[in-house]
Nanobody
């Protein structure tokens, strides 16, 4: 399984960005994907997650209402639309995948077994 992120950039506070992640090497028809982030001096945290089978989602409280996670099955691509960005959203954002059956969307780092290389978001 390979996950390749793109879309990170520098943006002013209040602005928007859309991150993308292309997944390849999958045999399963669905999985749970998520976006994690790592800011300097802070622990990694799960920002948003989606079960591509039933569409259920999870959001970190601090991003709910500002960020939207989505997935295009035909393109095997995960997205994170980020609006009303704040300086505290500055971090490296990672695309991750569960890779095992029955994986409810969550922000638990131990649930995810595949990681992308990350893309920098600076606000």
């Amino acid at each position: 399984v390979q996950l390749v992120e793109s879309g990170g950039d520098s943006v002013q506070a209040g602005g928007s960005l859309k991150l993308s992640c292309v997944a390849s090497g999958y045999a399963a028809s669905s999985d749970t994907f998520a976006w994690f982030r790592k800011a300097p001096g802070k622990e990694r945290e799960g920002v948003a997650a989606i079960d591509t089978g039933d569409g259920s989602t999870y959001y970190l409280n601090s991003v709910e209402g500002r960020f939207t996670i989505s997935h295009d099955n035909a393109k095997n691509t995960l997205y994170l639309q980020m609006n009303s960005l704040k300086p505290e959203d500055t971090a490296i954002y990672y695309c991750v995948a569960c890779g095992t059956p029955w994986c409810p969307p969550s922000g638990r780092i131990g649930d995810y077994h595949y990681w992308g290389q990350g893309t920098q978001v600076t606000v």
